[in-house]
């Protein structure tokens, strides 16, 4: 059955869990708002949104460092107490995050931090894409997508790129079916103190800098022995 915002809006309301988890929640429920409020609740989502507005001024800066020192990573991962911070549980949760950042290398932590203009950007491009694979199906005889579907897969595709490139939204790499976040949430309600990722960062060895061609290294150290 199609959920409707008033659905999302009431469940959110009720539970305090972001819109995205209710509405996946309703669906999974096929609307049941009883049934909905359950699965949060068993998934921790429920309790993560009632302890996320709890100062967490505690944690660690956690590091990995990954293919014999060539990609480094630093994150500071936060909670409530220095206790908890000190807890097996809390300390790989950080380091699965670490390697995260070092596997998928994101530019951002959440879609609020990537600024408008890369957005405007990325549109942008995107709607040309569109553009183009719109005048392809009418050279091959095929009907153009309207401009109501075309700015919906415009606004699909920016959604993926807040899932590719922003840490809390990606897929996290040890379990294809949940997120950053989910596993941030798992992890709220299993310790029972609101938990941040506050910043990151990745370094790569090279970055930036303009490598030698060993190739054309191999060409003139030839030519010098001739």
């Known amino acids: 059955m199609a959920i409707t ?3 999302v809006k009431e469940l959110r309301e009720t539970t305090g869990a972001g819109m995205m988890d209710c509405k996946k929640a309703l669906t999974e429920t096929d609307g049941d708002m009883a049934k909905a409020i359950d699965l949060l609740r068993e998934k921790g989502l429920a309790a993560a949104a009632k302890k996320a507005g709890r100062i967490a001024a505690e944690g660690v800066v956690a590091s990995y460092i990954h293919g014999g020192g060539r990609i480094g990573v630093l994150v500071e991962v936060n909670c409530e107490t220095d206790f908890v911070a ?6 790989a949760l950080a380091k699965d995050i670490a390697m995260q950042i070092a596997a998928t290398n994101p530019a951002y932590l959440k879609r609020e931090d990537v600024p408008a203009t890369v957005i405007e950007h990325e549109k942008a491009v995107l709607l040309e894409q569109a553009k183009t694979e ?3 199906d ?3 005889g095929r009907k153009p997508k309207p401009a109501a579907v075309l ?4 606004n699909g595709r920016i959604e993926k790129y807040y899932k590719e490139n922003c840490l809390l939204e990606q897929v996290f790499i040890k379990d294809g079916d949940k997120t950053v ?3 941030i949430n798992e992890n709220i309600a299993k310790i029972g103190e609101n938990i941040n990722v506050r910043r990151f960062v990745r370094y790569g060895l090279g970055e930036g800098l303009e490598k030698r061609n060993d190739d054309f290294a191999a ?6 022995g001739k």
Do not use: N, Y
Not at 151 to 154: H, L, N, P, R, Y
């Open 5 to 7: 915002a008033a659905q």
């Open 86 to 91: 000190k807890t097996d549980d809390f300390q």
């Open 134 to 136: 719109a005048e392809e």
């Open 138 to 140: 009418v050279k091959a």
């Open 151 to 154: 700015e919906k897969m415009v």
């Open 181 to 183: 976040t989910d596993i």
């Open 219 to 224: 060409e003139v150290m030839a030519f010098a």
